[in-house]
């Protein structure tokens, strides 16, 4: 029996030690999250936007036999991501949307059954929502890629990139009615607090490389 009581206490011993291990790395990036919120962020989204073109250009090339990486084009989303995805929205959503709605950060944290009483949570949650719609994606989130795309083109151009924005516009707007409105409303009405931000990572992942295919490449302008 005390060999058997000895046998349990290391193995208790053990899982507590990979317990630590394996918390020990999710403490320290909470930790550092809470202390630099925006350096994180900014390092977050420039790596992720970064990351989202590579992959795209790799499909884009799936028929080649080599895949050759256009580094503009790499340059141009990765500083997108961190100065509009990064900066710009770590203001936007920490400061001002907080502001604006402050019961659809609360109406996030609540559970599946709290939300579905909470009416004034869920009015507040789609009017962020609408905001989003009609406001920042149309003329912050759309107009930004075309004007960082422009700006690290050898020769800026403010006529180029208006044209290219007139001329896409309205699609890009459609596309990304189409892949954040649900996952939004999904996002925030079904998932837990914790697997928000995974979440809305994954679909920021999907929507970068969707817009780098379609976008990423030379595009003719109209005159």
Known sequence: SLNT???????TRQKRRRQTYTMQPISYLAKVTQENPLAVAIS????????????????????????????????????????????????LFTKVYTRMFPLA???????MQEKLKDIPGLKAVFKQLATDALV?????LIPAYYLIQ??????????NMISKLRSNWVADLKMCWAIWLPAALFNYGSMPLEWQV?????VSFAYTAILSLRRGGTQKIKK
Do not use: M
């Not at 950060?105 to 559970?111: E, L, N, P, S, V």
């Open 5 to 11: 009581n000895n046998t349990r206490q290391d193995k």
């Open 44 to 91: 977050l989204t420039t790596i992720k936007t970064g990351a989202a073109d590579i992959f795209a250009q790799v499909i884009s090339a799936k028929d080649s036999d080599t895949v050759e990486i256009d580094w503009k084009r790499f340059f141009s989303f990765a500083l997108y991501g961190a100065i509009y995805l990064g900066a710009f929205q770590y203001f």
């Open 105 to 111: 950060q609360r109406f996030a944290a609540k559970t």
């Open 136 to 140: 920042h994606w149309p003329w912050g």
């Open 150 to 159: 422009e700006c690290v083109s050898p020769v800026f151009s403010y006529r």
């Open 198 to 202: 995974p979440f809305t990572t994954l």
